[in-house]
């Protein structure tokens, strides 16, 4: 007879396509668990069948989890939980993040099993910067909503995630050109399973590519850094080194200001000494 878990709370990746992903720790919890809450359990019937067990399930989605909540954390007092997302890795935009808190918040015991996720899977397959990256999720349908979410990150300094639909891929990536500008990009598709893509090139050269058809299939896009900003020019030093004077020492006003504009420290200490005088 099986040993059952611990009671608690047990965060359980899946696979994002091929079900050969499934670690042996993922499909072990999996058959242990007391109960599988699930996005859907339909999908998440199909990965039990593959593993060979069967688990009682319950939804909890977006539409249910405020309702459904309060439940699983008195069951996981006694029983052990398992929470699993349709394919990858939970609370990656989906709303598990506040079963965890709330675990947390009662003293439950929580363990994350690791696995698969789309996201990070596309940075590998997509040759650009990975030592920094900030992950989206979706952006939004709307238009000057969608503008104004791009415009917030345009000059953050590190590659940049998201996830999209084939039907929005079009608009979507548009909407980058116009925001970002010419950057290296790249639109990663069904990753892990038979038709896996990754088609690379600029935004522009991405954005007309898919301007009239988006492909079918789980969707993920990876935008690189911008490129190195061009140096300020001379009387903008001179108008944040006056600033700074205001309220620092020559010394201070030299240091704060390089860390702003990257400029060498002692050569803006020269600059606020004359500016002084």
């Given at each position: 007879m099986t040993e059952p878990l611990p009671p608690g709370l047990y965060i359980v990746a899946t696979p994002i396509g091929?079900?050969?992903?499934?670690?042996?720790?993922?499909?072990?919890?999996?058959s242990r668990a007391s109960l599988i809450a699930a996005e859907d359990t339909r999908v998440t019937a199909k990965l039990l069948r593959h593993v060979g067990s069967e688990?009682?399930?319950?939804?909890?989605?977006?539409?249910?989890?405020?309702?459904?909540?309060?439940?699983?954390?008195?069951?996981?007092r006694v029983e052990?939980?398992?929470?699993?997302?349709?394919?990858?890795?939970?609370?990656?935009?989906d709303p598990g993040f506040k079963l965890v808190r709330d675990a947390r918040a009662t003293g439950a015991h929580i363990v994350t099993i690791p696995g698969p996720s789309a996201a990070i899977a596309a940075l590998t397959l997509a040759g650009l910067p990975t030592d920094r990256f900030?992950?989206?999720?979706?952006?939004?349908?709307?238009?000057k909503a969608r503008a104004d979410s791009i415009a917030e990150v345009a000059a953050i300094r590190a590659s940049l995630v998201l996830y999209e639909s084939g039907p929005r891929l079009g608009a979507t990536l548009a909407a980058l050109v116009k925001g970002l500008g010419s950057r290296d990009a790249a639109v990663a598709r069904e990753i892990s399973k038979a038709f896996e893509e990754c088609v690379t090139g600029t935004l522009a050269e991405l954005a007309e590519r898919y301007a009239e058809h988006g492909p079918k299939g789980e969707i993920v896009i990876v935008?690189?850094?911008?490129?190195?900003?061009?140096?300020?020019?001379?009387?903008?030093?001179?108008?944040?080194?006056?600033?700074?004077?205001?309220r620092l020492p020559v010394a201070k006003a030299a240091k704060e200001?390089?860390?702003?504009?990257?400029?060498?420290?002692?050569?803006?200490?020269?600059?606020?000494?004359?500016?002084?005088?």
């Open positions: 091929n079900l050969g992903d499934l670690s042996p720790r993922a499909a072990d919890i999996l688990r009682p399930m319950t939804p909890y989605h977006d539409h249910n989890a405020d309702r459904v909540r309060p439940g699983l954390i008195e069951r996981m052990a939980i398992a929470l699993v997302s349709d394919a990858g890795t939970p609370m990656i935009s900030l992950f989206l999720g979706f952006l939004p349908s709307k238009e935008v690189g850094p911008p490129g190195d900003a061009p140096p300020p020019e001379v009387d903008d030093v001179d108008a944040l080194l006056r600033e700074a004077l205001d200001v390089a860390a702003a504009t990257g400029l060498d420290r002692h050569e803006l200490y020269n600059r606020a000494l004359e500016l002084k005088a």
